[in-house]
């Protein structure tokens, strides 16, 4: 799986450029498109990133089109409108609490593409399973945020490499998102929104706190 991606030519193959001048950008221009094809790229990419178990407890709802944002702008707060409306896609994150019912399937693959021996699935099977099948919902909430708010900073990093920049924002209604969304609220948990596209103006500079006022060393 990793090679598909190595072996892409991306836009923007500098990590200093990706990672240190990357900006959210709340303003983008809405004349520029991007196609279905390269969203779903974009989302395969950033799936690389590591879960918890392998679990990958995280689903995707995409805004491309006007009737689907109006749908969303309805619980949007409007301080986060000027990214709804005029990226040409925002992607909505949300963790899944049901990824460990397909665990089995998921490390089956994985024995049978002779990745690992059938004593590390037995072994797999007997100790993070159980975890997972007697967790209670916060447990399995947590867990789910965690992969999905790894998963949400790679996506960012994949957008510039791809020649865009980003916007995360979750300035909206969580009480309603997901039912919003259309998808099961028992299930899903909103994480969060990554408007993409082409800057419609420029980023606004910030600064950063010094850093050694946010780290202690544990003696």
Same mark, same amino acid.
């Given at each position: 799986m990793r090679e598909k991606f190595l072996a892409r030519d991306y836009v923007n193959n500098d990590y200093k450029d990706i990672v240190f001048n990357?900006?959210?950008?709340?303003?983008?221009?809405?004349?520029?498109s991007i196609s279905r094809d390269e969203i779903v790229e974009m989302l395969d990419e950033a799936t690389i990133t590591p879960s918890a178990c392998n679990l990958q407890s995280w689903h995707f709802v995409v805004v491309d089109n006007e009737e689907a944002r109006n749908k969303v702008k309805a619980i949007t707060m409007p301080f986060n409108y000027p990214q709804l409306e005029t990226a040409p896609v925002t *992607? /909505? *994150?949300? @963790?899944?609490?049901?990824?460990?019912?397909?665990?089995?399937?998921?490390? #089956?693959?994985?024995?049978?593409? @002779?990745? *690992? #021996?059938?004593?590390?699935?037995?072994a797999i099977f007997?100790? /993070?399973?159980?975890?997972?099948?007697?967790?209670?919902?916060? /447990?399995?909430?947590?867990?789910?945020?965690l992969d999905s708010s790894m998963l949400a900073m790679q996506l960012l990093l994949v957008a510039?490499?791809? @020649?865009?920049?980003?916007?995360?924002?979750? @300035?909206?209604?969580?009480?309603?998102?997901?039912?919003?969304?259309e998808l099961d609220s028992e299930r899903f948990v909103p994480i969060m929104a990554i408007s993409i596209g082409k800057p419609g103006e420029g980023p606004l500079e910030s600064t950063r706190y010094d850093v050694n006022s946010k780290i202690n060393f544990l003696a």
């Open positions: 990357r900006r959210s950008c709340r303003r983008f221009d809405p004349s520029q *992607i /909505f *994150i949300l @963790g899944d609490t049901h990824s460990h019912k397909v665990y089995r399937e998921v490390w #089956t693959k994985v024995y049978e593409e @002779g990745k *690992i #021996t059938k004593e590390k699935l037995d007997n100790s /993070f399973l159980p975890l997972y099948e007697k967790a209670d919902r916060d /447990f399995l909430i947590k867990d789910a945020t510039r490499a791809h @020649g865009y920049e980003a916007n995360a924002w979750a @300035g909206y209604n969580s009480k309603d998102l997901v039912s919003t969304l």
